[in-house]
T-cell receptor, first 111, second 111 residues
Framework: GENVEQHPSTLSVQEGDSAVIKCTYSDSASNYFPWYKQELGKRPQLIIDIRSNVGEKKDQRIAVTLNKTAKHFSLHITETQPEDSAVYFCAARTSYDKVIFGPGTSLSVIP | DAGVTQSPTHLIKTRGQHVTLRCSPISGHKSVSWYQQVLGQGPQFIFQYYEKEERGRGNFPDRFSARQFPNYSSELNVNALLLGDSALYLC??????????FGPGTRLTVL
């Protein structure tokens, strides 16, 4: 069935360093890939997304890349700050209009 | 500008009971999705509705049902509650079938 894998499950970086989170998806017909940030006790917030006809998208310190052939997509955060600490989820919208989330990556930015 | 609203905020039920959760989308958004988030896991897709029609269904038993009203608000119903149904239930609204904005969630506890 449809599946989204996400790695790593936990990530610690020093403030100012970059963080990379990687996801793979199983349904080759998936066409939309959002990323969400969820702080403790709060709702998930959409931080960036990418559609299947685009290979890369950037928004200030955040970028997402998509490799449709390999069914991989990644989140890159540059110049990390303590307020970037949260759980990050990738997701993929499948051909049957189902949105499958990855298991999440807990990012800690150490001041 | 109001965001997605959900009610109630918290709910305690006993096994075998029925529950109804409610969601009001952002004004102008015609799509509502429901997710179940167990502590420490990513949101699990339950349903998506667009223009009052079901557009996607996740791998949940028939005890879970939903509907969308003419004003685009939505209800999620769960019958014959089990202990394993205890979770945060999130509603997300979208202007299309892609970008989703989450509400604060309803915390359901089944005893």
């Amino acid at each position: 069935g449809e599946n989204v894998e996400q790695h790593p499950s936990t990530l610690s970086v020093q403030e100012g360093d970059s963080a990379v989170i990687k996801c793979t998806y199983s349904d080759s017909a998936s066409n939309y890939f959002p990323w969400y940030k969820q702080e403790l006790g709060k709702r998930p917030q959409l931080i960036i997304d990418i559609r299947s006809n685009v290979g890369e998208k950037k928004d200030q310190r955040i970028a997402v890349t998509l490799n449709k052939t390999a069914k991989h997509f990644s989140l890159h955060i540059t110049e990390t700050q303590p307020e970037d600490s949260a759980v990050y989820f990738c997701a993929a919208r499948t051909s049957y209009d189902k949105v499958i989330f990855g298991p999440g990556t807990s990012l800690s930015v150490i001041p | 500008d109001a965001g997605v609203t959900q009610s109630p905020t918290h709910l305690i039920k006993t096994r075998g009971q029925h529950v109804t959760l409610r969601c009001s989308p952002i004004s102008g958004h015609k799509s509502v999705s429901w997710y179940q988030q167990v502590l420490g896991q990513g949101p699990q897709f339950i349903f998506q509705y667009y223009e009052k029609e079901e557009r996607g269904r996740g791998n949940f038993p028939d005890r879970f049902s939903a509907r969308q009203f003419p004003n685009y608000s939505s209800e999620l119903n769960v019958n014959a509650l089990l202990l394993g149904d205890s979770a945060l239930y999130l509603c997300a609204s979208s202007p299309t079938l892609r970008e989703q904005f989450f509400g604060p969630g309803t915390r359901l506890t089944v005893l």
